[in-house]
């Protein structure tokens, strides 16, 4: 089973839990790994010893930007309305 995920990682991040995102590329919703797995033996119940191998590719990675992207002049640059 493939499943695709969107990894965001920023070292320079103030929160620890924003340091490293985990989201669902069309929902942006946080993965339950759990559930994952679950689902993957058919939520049989009872314990289960299972083996779970995690194969990362890289599909794309989206430049990060240091500056904003646009930037927009100060007000003193602007037009006066008449």
């Known amino acids: 089973m493939n499943i695709h995920y969107i990894i965001t990682i920023n070292p320079q991040a103030d929160r620890e839990w924003e340091r490293c995102i985990l989201r669902n ?9 759990n559930q994952v797995i679950a ?3 058919g939520q049989q119940p009872g314990s289960h010893l299972v083996k779970v191998t995690i194969n990362v590719e890289v599909l794309e990675t989206a430049p990060q930007f240091s500056e904003p992207v646009a930037s927009f002049p100060s007000r003193s640059k602007l ?3 008449i």
Do not use: F, K, Y
């Open 79 to 81: 037009p006066n309305a």
């Open 39 to 41: 689902e993957s033996i």
């Open 25 to 33: 590329p069309i929902t942006g919703q946080h993965p339950d790994l």
